[in-house]
């Protein structure tokens, strides 16, 4: 067959495609009534197309076989829409508004209609998704690799102020972006027992056996680089049972019985698990792990294969995996069961290639995040890896006692097993011992994983830590969400700052400018209308843009403080019932977040928060002073439209406690200032802005630490008048709307001296740090400049500079380059 020539990329053929995609592709008939949906797709399928077109390209270079690639291997990828992100790097946004508006119908509109890819929970699933944009738009050899699960992230609803969670089939209504690849379909092992054999040259070989088998099927989502030819791939994984399950089991006459296992098999990408720090030891989840992890590496292992037949002596030097948190940390065990049992190699020799190829990077300290599972589980769910990370944890505390000769203790502390009545694997260590590299996600929290959770680590092998802080893409943060920003940075300073985001400095020079500070004020108002529109939209809150807009937008736990927020929103309303409205600033706060559904006080936090906004919203007395909102389902696109217009941001987490923060970033990015603690990459933001242009507080980690001797939060309250009141407005059930008693479980949180986050102890300084933060904004000038300077110090936290520290420090792979003729 002759070569296809390259699509076009004017008006002309985008319309003609997207007509041929609408009638054909999709089989609709534009005579009749036409939907947002159907729409959407057409023009996602145009795009599509021309995605593809290179995507053929890029895996003709990644799949050479002499070509390094890194795998990122994550339960989670919060991708959020694709179709703006694909028109923006394929240069086609300009082209594809006009020839919609040609037809009477709105970019925007049709891009509403898109469903969120919402597979991840927060930060940890965002970050994997700026990383691919990142290394598509570097044109670095990535693939990423997780789960297609069937129900992302859940919608949340606010029904009477509480949380209320309804399942997100996202894939309804199909997803236009997915290729499914079923001949490279892969069979992942489950249960059996392990059978011991010795051929004749006395070489021991072990068989798995009697297992139930799951089928991992690949669906392939295009990673568009910016204005590049190159297109990486996103492999996600769907669960599906073997023929057995409808032959064997059928046939057997236990009709029922079958039907439950097949379905047990498919179950494993049903749902994502909607919690981002604890729930431990569920079985279904070390299911998902595992048929992540092996799936992945037998995907990488067949195309080994191809290329370079049983040879692996090249494999270390050609590949590199990197776990995304513990999750996927079976890998490493998986990867030595698979070169010996599978490949036949020796457990040396396997051993240097797995802890030459893995790398795992850590995202909390909170210990009860920590994944530790039962070794009864292991045994029963995946029998030959227990042998193998037995086997990995013998010959490492052997390495133990041979630097600390008799101490028993330390073999204790850093067995791969806790031993107990009730033994658990900790899969952070396993991640430690089978990794050439492992990095915390910002410079403090890198320090204290050195200094203290990993310390014992750190001491025997110093030279595997390092630290690499996280960033967020400036295409879909800047560039994507906030066009008219963009518009004018790029009028100002060029259009340089997409692929290298530390050209931003030069807006420095333009901080003083009263010119540019007008036009820098007038696009932030109009963002602010935008996010107003939204707020009333969906809380029926009415915001005027002429406040300061107080933002807090994360998953909402006890550790990041929304509770200390809401302290301050209540503190606040007191002075307004007190008249100590001198000087006042008008105010409107809005908080977003989803509770993990199991989480009893996260739960209960969001029904204060809405509660107060009910009171303080219809209050009369309170008027345009201050006004609250929450606001339901915060989701990756709901951010885009609320880091536009937010002009304060909230990152108050108690200092050690937040590994990082990637919002901190994406709101500075857009020029909004930030109140915060100095925790996780607040630090490194401040750094960068200086001390003028943030409204630091609170206790320092190592400060938190010391207060816990002799914490006293009722002396605190009772020694500040401030917080008396706000106090005493909680125990006088001002807040209850009728039950009585429902804010008990929180006042007894902050009042109790084991209260682990501490939010009393930062009150006064938080109070303290929004005055000052109030005062600045009632100055128009200083506050925009604040705000001007905040986007120029942001390009630090670019992921395309994160990459870049991954690729020079573990990855080393080589740019691919563009490809001639696209
Ligand atoms: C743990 C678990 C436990 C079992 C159930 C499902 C689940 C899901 C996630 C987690 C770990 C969450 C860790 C996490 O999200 N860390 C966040 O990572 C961000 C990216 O590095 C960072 O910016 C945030 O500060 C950090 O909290």
Known sequence: MPPVPPLGMDAASLAEDFHHHYELTLGRDCRRPVYAYDLYQALALCLRDRLVERWKATLALSEAPDTRCAYYLSMEFLMGRALGNAALNLDLTETAAAVLR?????????????????LGNGGLGRLAA???????????PVVGYGLRYEYGMFRQHIVDGEQVEEPDHWLRDGNPWELERPERARRVQFGGRCEFHRDARGRQHVRWIDSHDVLAIPYDTPVPGYRNTTVNTLRLWKAAATDEFDFNEFNAGRYSESV???????????????????????????????FLASASLQDVLARWRDNHGSDFSRFAELNCFQ???????CAVAELMRLLIDEHQLEWDQAWTITTGTMAYTNHTLLPEALERWPVELFKRLLPRLLDIIYEINARFLSQVAERWPGDAERLRRMSLIEEGDWPQVRMAYLAIVGSFSVNGVAALHSQLLQQG?????????????????????????????NPALSG???ATIGAGWVRNLSQLQQLRAYGDDSEFQQRWHRVRQENKRRLAELVQAECAVTFDSAALFDVQVKRIHE???QLLNALHIV???????????????????????????????????????????????????????????FLPNYRVSTMETICAGTDLSAQISTAGKEASGTGNMKFMMNGAVTIGTLDGANVEILEEVGEDNFFLFGLTAAGVEAARQGYDPQALIAADADLSRVMQRLRDGEFDSGEAGIFDPLIAAITSPHDPWMVAADFRAFVDAQVCAAAAYRDRARWTRMSIMNSAASGRFSTDRTMEEYNRDIWRLRSMGDVDGL
């Open 102 to 118: 040609d037809h009477g119908l709105q970019l925007e509109a049709l891009a509403e209609a898109e469903h969120d890819a919402g």
């Open 130 to 140: 700026c990383f691919l944009d990142s290394c598509a738009t570097l044109q670095l």
């Open 260 to 290: 439950a296992a097949k379905n047990a098999a498919e179950n494993i990408t049903t749902v994502l698990y909607p919690n981002d720090a604890s729930e431990n030891g569920k079985e279904l989840r070390l299911r998902q792990q595992y």
């Open 323 to 329: 776990l995304n948190d513990t999750h996927p940390s």
């Open 453 to 481: 959770l990993f310390n014992d680590f750190y001491q025997l092998w110093p030279q595997r830590f390092n630290n690499k802080t996280n960033g967020v893409t400036q295409r879909r943060w800047l560039a994507g969400c």
């Open 488 to 490: 004018l940075i790029t």
């Open 559 to 561: 550790y990041k403080r």
């Open 571 to 629: 503190h606040l309303y007191d002075r307004i019932k007190r008249g100590a409205v001198d000087d006042w600033t008008p105010r409107c706060v809005l908080i977003g977040g989803k509770a993990a559904p199991g989480y009893f006080i996260a739960k209960r936090i969001i029904k204060f928060i809405n509660n107060i906004a009910a009171v303080v919203n219809a209050d009369a007395a309170v008027g345009d002073r201050l006004k609250v909102a």
